[in-house]
Nanobody, 127 residues
Framework: QVQLIESEGGSVQPGGSLTLSCAVS????????LGWFRQAPGKRREGVAT????????YYADSVKGRFTISDDSAKNTLYLQMSSLKPEDTAMYYC????????????????????WGQGTQVAVSS
């Protein structure tokens, strides 16, 4: 059984940076598409970024391109999300997720394609 445990999030000022991590146990990260999703109050859950290291695939939501970087450290079995130039609209609960499906095109952002989920971690961006 794959388990995902996110690091603690935090509060940052606009323009600041924060890195989230997600420890994966039960299997090797290289076997999965690994992604980050977020959900703000009153909004649907949306895909932020997904990576599949084995296939050298990476996807980003347009809203975070150039500001966020997703990476998978296979040696540590850990997924990361480096966030910079944070904006108030980045405030949300962030979830890491793993999928054993082959995700092509827009499917990377479909939460129903992911089999395993972390418990979520809160990120707040405000002045």
């Amino acid at each position: 059984q794959v388990q995902l445990i996110e690091s603690e999030g935090g509060s940052v000022q606009p323009g600041g940076s924060l890195t989230l991590s997600c420890a994966v146990s039960g299997d090797t990260t290289s076997n999965y598409f690994l992604g980050w999703f977020r959900q703000a109050p009153g909004k649907r859950r949306e895909g932020v970024a997904t990576t599949y290291t084995t296939g050298r695939m990476t996807y980003y939501a347009d809203s975070v391109k150039g500001r966020f970087t997703i990476s998978d450290d296979s040696a540590k079995n850990t997924l990361y999300l480096q966030m910079s130039s944070l904006k108030p609209e980045d405030t949300a609960m962030y979830y890491c997720a793993a999928s054993d499906h082959v995700l092509l095109g827009a499917n990377w952002g479909n939460q129903y394609e992911y089999n395993y989920w972390g418990q979520g971690t809160q990120v707040a961006v405000s002045s």
